[in-house]
């Protein structure tokens, strides 16, 4: 088979870890079962250690890839709000977070295969370079050459790259974007996609295309290799299984670029 030949292929990811009653009521495991790499909140915006034990645990169980979550640590806001916090405290934040999830995973034997910021941390360091950078020194000192997830064509993955990074460009399903590529705030009514059929379609197009729709109509060109659902979400599950189907119907193999982190 030609390289050209090869079928298209893109990883699904969903932040897990969140919130213990979806770990006890099977919620995270549903989605376990339908993504190929899983974000583990630790301990910053949301998550303790029995909480990344059982994700992690869960995760071994089932073949799919771990990286840390590690966010703003703002539990009352859930790490959506920024912080103010210093690039050294954001450096210190995200190295504490990362080390203890990777020493939970250890236990399991699972070795980490990515870092993905979470909410106001992730979208500040897609605009700010002093915000990447202080991530981005965090995950080198924790494991130099490491995988980070960052927005798609954002200051982050250049930044990310610059440190010796290995960078992972990812789109979202469930969220809808602004005309320069950006992710539409959360304060608008309209900034999430809860329709399992139109996130999947925007999967589709994304993975297929390298498109999605802009808030105003237009289209966004996205170049990614990792789709992210919105474990949080009520609808996280039909959404992620929604996309797996569209996905194979489009004849896009769905696989996990950390696979062999």
């Not at 605009?127 to 981005?136: F, G, P």
Request: proline share 4%; aromatic share 4%.
């Amino acid at each position: 088979m030609k390289p050209s030949d090869q079928p298209r292929s893109i990883d699904l990811n969903a932040d897990l870890g969140e919130f213990p009653e979806a770990l006890a009521d099977g919620r995270e495991e549903a989605l376990l079962r339908l993504v190929t790499s899983a974000n583990v909140a630790c301990g910053g915006h949301a998550g303790d250690e029995a909480t990344m034990a059982g994700v992690v645990e869960l995760a071994r169980r089932l073949g799919v890839s771990v990286g840390a979550h590690p966010g703003y640590p703002d539990r009352a806001g859930f790490g959506r709000d920024p912080m103010g916090l210093t690039p050294a405290e954001i450096e210190r934040t995200v190295f504490e977070q990362v080390s203890t999830l990777a020493t939970v995973a250890e236990r399991a034997g699972v070795r980490l295969a990515h870092v993905k910021a979470h909410g106001a941390l992730y979208n500040d360091a897609a605009r700010d370079e002093a915000v990447a950078t202080a991530i981005a020194r965090a995950v080198r000192r924790w494991r130099p050459g490491a995988k980070v997830v960052g927005l798609a064509g954002s200051t982050a993955l250049r930044v990310f790259a610059s440190e010796g990074l290995r960078v992972i460009p990812e789109c979202f399903a469930d969220r809808v974007y602004e005309a320069d590529g950006s992710l539409r705030s959360r304060k608008l009514p309209d900034a999430l996609i809860t329709d399992p059929v139109k996130a999947a379609e925007q999967a589709v197009s994304i993975a297929v295309r390298g498109n999605a729709t802009a808030h105003d109509g237009g289209r966004v060109l996205i170049a990614a290799e990792t789709i992210c659902v919105h474990g949080d979400g009520k609808k996280a599950v039909a959404i992620a299984r929604a996309i797996r189907e569209a996905l194979r119907q489009a004849g896009v193999v769905v696989s996990s670029f950390g696979a062999h982190a």
